[in-house]
T-cell receptor, first 112, second 113 residues
Framework: GQQVMQIPQYQHVQEGEDFTTYCNSSTTLSNIQWYKQRPGGHPVFLIQLVKSGEVKKQKRLTFQFGEAKKNSSLHITATQTTDVGTYFCAAAGGWGANNLFFGTGTRLTVIP | DADVTQTPRNRITKTGKRIMLECSQTKGHDRMYWYRQDPGLGLRLIYYSFDVKDINKGEISDGYSVSRQAQAKFSLSLESAIPNQTALYFC????????????FGPGTRLTVL
């Protein structure tokens, strides 16, 4: 099955600082998704990237898909305490057709 | 997602006991999934079902079984629970033909003593 590596595993930032998490794959991905899981909550879909070099923005969040479609990043500008949680990338091609393989996640802590 | 529910939300059981986790959805999706989440390991797929008659093993199916009683219901069973099955379990749904987006239930925290 597909495998994606996600770094860092943990990130602590002061409120107002920027944050970035990265996903990398050794193989070309058909698409990549990003999910957010709040503490004590469940993963919630944020966005899907499909095209090579694609960049999408959601307010302070910027998502990028690499030109080779082997890596992706999520960047948060000027973090807020509401950004706290674990961010997962997920790539299609996991066990069985069209299933997702999730990265290990990056847990973001925002210090007020 | 409130359209995907899981019961129980928390369960403590003893080694060797049989336990069933249930998932129901009102989204009308045909595909349903069971994942396990452990700290530092992300979400790992246990079983998935594309419809009532289609059940498939995922990455970590050993020690688990599932039943798709109806399109809206997908149950996960631990026939004889062991302590290393202590984890957070999530059910998810997806509609064929849609994006790959999955919609997760609130999770069941299972502790096996």
């Amino acid at each position: 099955g597909q495998q994606v590596m996600q770094i860092p595993q943990y990130q602590h930032v002061q409120e107002g600082e920027d944050f970035t998490t990265y996903c990398n794959s050794s193989t070309t991905l058909s698409n990549i998704q990003w999910y957010k899981q709040r503490p004590g909550g469940h993963p919630v879909f944020l966005i899907q990237l499909v095209k090579s070099g694609e960049v999408k923005k959601q307010k302070r969040l910027t998502f990028q898909f690499g030109e080779a479609k082997k890596n992706s990043s999520l960047h948060i500008t000027a973090t807020q305490t509401t950004d706290v949680g674990t961010y997962f990338c997920a790539a299609a091609g996991g066990w069985g057709a069209n299933n997702l393989f999730f990265g290990t996640g990056t847990r973001l802590t925002v210090i007020p | 997602d409130a359209d995907v529910t899981q019961t129980p939300r928390n369960r403590i059981t003893k080694t060797g006991k049989r336990i069933m986790l249930e998932c129901s959805q009102t989204k009308g999706h045909d595909r349903m999934y069971w994942y396990r989440q452990d700290p530092g390991l992300g979400l790992r797929l246990i079983y998935y079902s594309f419809d009532v008659k289609d059940i498939n093993k995922g990455e970590i199916s050993d020690g688990y079984s599932v039943s798709r009683q109806a399109q809206a219901k997908f149950s996960l069973s631990l026939e004889s629970a062991i302590p290393n099955q202590t984890a957070l379990y999530f059910c998810a749904t997806r509609q064929q033909g849609d994006t790959d987006t999955q919609y997760f239930g609130p999770g069941t925290r299972l502790t096996v003593l």
